[in-house]
């Protein structure tokens, strides 16, 4: 099986495997990165029967407090992108902490052998079936939004369909990028991915990270450095069209909203599930 960086925990850190399941459609805790102080991955077992596309969410979360009144506890459930490929025995999730969050002031402090809620009903529209066939895929994210294409850049899929795979990455400050950037330098490295997907299909990986408040070697809303053509300056890459170029969005509503004109402005229309068509979006969190 493959590990990222974040796997590499010392013996005492990994999970006792056989804890009781105490909770609705409990999973254990198995690793636990913090990245900055607002932003930790995890990973967790994986339910046996739960199958979903790469880039798809499902609800997690953890029991609420006892009901002042009635002593009954609900759980608490927030939407997650799935960062892990859909081969992959367990599954990985990238998270925001959000300080009076419901959920993540909370989630924050899971420590492996701890257990999660995992509502096992994958939905999503960035995935493969919803873009018709091209020769490019762009993967544009923001913030948490690049958990949906941590997904992505593991499956196998992706190489077999498309000739270049462009991953930008636009976040405030540099210590942001990091678990993306960590995500691709272990994918080019590792023996297993190397192994599974291709040392030539890694090559047709482009990473174009930005950021917009701190200063770094690449600076800018992508929004803005696709418009001027900087990005495909950079690149060495046409300019996106619809006949080559298929795309998936996931940030805060704002960005997509800015994005979805900037891509219909090269001629992209968005797709579904059930009509596919030249790009997707989705939210990376609610409001
Ligand atoms: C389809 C979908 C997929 C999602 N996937 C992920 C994911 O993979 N990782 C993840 O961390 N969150 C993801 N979210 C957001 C997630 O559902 C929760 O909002 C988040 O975990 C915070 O929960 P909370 O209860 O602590 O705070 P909430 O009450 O849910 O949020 C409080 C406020 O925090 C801010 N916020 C919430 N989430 C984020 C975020 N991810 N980045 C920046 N600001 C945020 C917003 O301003 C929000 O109004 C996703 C949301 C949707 C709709
Ligand atoms: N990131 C932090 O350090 C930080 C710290 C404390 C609190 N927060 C709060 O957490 C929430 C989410 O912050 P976030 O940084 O995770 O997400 P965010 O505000 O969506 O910003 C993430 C990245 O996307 C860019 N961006 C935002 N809107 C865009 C648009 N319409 N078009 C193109 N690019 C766009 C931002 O650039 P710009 O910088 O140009 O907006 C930033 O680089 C916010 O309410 C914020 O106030 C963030």
Redesign the pocket.
Known sequence: MYMNEMTAVTDTEIAPTKAKPTLPDAQTVTAVKHWTD?LFSFRVSRPASLRFRSGEFVMIGLMGDPDPNTGKQKPLLRAYSIASPAWDEELEFYS?KVQDGPLTSRLQHIQPGDEIILRPKPVGTLVHDALLPGKNIWFFA???GFAPFASLLREPETYEKYEKVIITH????VG?LEYGRKLIEDLKQDELMIELLGEENLAKIHYYPT???EESPRMG???ELLQDGTVFKDLGIDPINPADDRAMVC??L??N???QTTLEGFGLREGANSDPKEYVVEKAFVG
């Open positions: 607002r925001i923001t913030g948490t636009t976040c405030r400050e942001e950021t917009t408040r809303r992508i929004t940030g805060s704002a960005f909203k800015d994005m």
